[in-house]
């Protein structure tokens, strides 16, 4: 009887990746307004209620580059979607909250809860448009999407940190690991990172490494934060700063957040100074989050 097969260590090809849905019509794009268009020609803020004109660069994208999707701004416009207001979710943690839901120590799921960093910040939950765009960015390498999006993010940053010396705040990307960069081809949370940056002018320093581990994708609260403990390293230090902001794609549990911050803490924050540490991402999941959240940081 023969041997049953070795488990592939990992695949080649990578998955494709998993199906969106239809693409958009091109030729519909054209209807918009091409108001985003000469906004990014004068280095300004994406709008993305206004929608926009695909124009001569789009056009040549689509004849010649095969692109089959419309831009971030594009799509938001066509689905009438913008980001969440800053009172659609918990400012300690993230979390989507209704009215009366959240005060000064947070909501349900983090009140009473020492977390591990100061503020959170979101574009919004994880599904719909947004869980499309992080697909695409993850599993297909385009980059574009990924750096509108933090462009979004960076705007949403920028009216939260108005106090703060914009020379003295540092954005600090959660690290992929080289097996996963080489495999997707991309860097997810680099590339939004560089669109917060190209929107808020602040520092990008690239202070973490990361040691491969298994996916968190099936885990459990407390499984996703043992497999990611001890899996960040500090390659430096960082000085002369009041504010770091960790971003991240999505927040699930808040287990890589969590670790990730622990080692900002530990190995590359002045510890002399009292830094305030932020953290951003584009999407949070729904669903009974807080009960892992808390598993999670009473862990530390």
Not at 67 to 89: F, I, K, M
Not at 219 to 243: E, I, M, P, Q, Y
Request: net charge positive.
């Amino acid at each position: 009887m023969p041997a049953p097969p070795k488990p592939a260590r990992f695949q080649w090809p990578p998955k494709p990746a998993p199906d969106l849905g239809p693409p958009s019509d091109p030729a519909q794009w054209r209807h918009h307004q091409p108001a985003v268009e000469r906004a990014r020609a004068r280095g300004e803020s994406l709008d993305v209620a206004s929608g926009a004109d695909l124009g001569v660069v789009h056009a040549i994208e689509t004849a010649w580059l095969g692109l089959s999707r419309a831009p971030l701004d594009v799509r938001a416009a066509e689905r009438g979607w913008t980001p969440d207001a800053a009172s659609a979710y918990c400012s300690r943690c993230g979390s989507t909250v209704g009215a009366f839901e959240m005060d000064e120590r947070g909501c349900t799921a983090c009140r009473g809860v020492s977390l591990a960093w100061d503020r959170a910040i979101r574009l919004g939950a994880y599904e719909g448009l947004l869980r499309d765009l992080i697909h695409e960015l993850k599993f297909t390498a385009w980059r574009r999407v990924g750096r509108d999006m933090g462009r979004l993010l960076g705007e949403a940053l920028r009216e939260q940190a108005a106090g703060f010396e914009p020379s003295r705040v540092v954005l600090v990307p959660v690290p992929s690991t080289w097996f996963r960069r080489w495999i997707r081809g991309v860097d997810h949370s680099l590339e939004i990172c560089r669109g917060v940056q190209s929107v808020t002018g602040w520092r990008l320093e690239r202070l973490l490494r990361r040691a491969h581990r298994p996916s968190q994708v099936g885990l459990s609260g407390s499984g996703r934060l043992r497999n990611v403990r001890g899996a960040f390293k500090a390659k430096g230090r960082l000085d002369g700063a009041d504010l770091a902001v960790v971003i991240d794609d999505v927040r699930t549990t808040g287990a890589t957040l969590t670790e990730t911050c622990r080692e900002l803490r530990n190995g590359v924050l002045d510890a002399g100074a009292r830094v305030r540490l932020w953290v951003a991402t584009v999407a949070v999941t729904a669903g009974p989050g807080g009960v892992a959240l808390k598993l999670e940081v009473d862990g530390m």
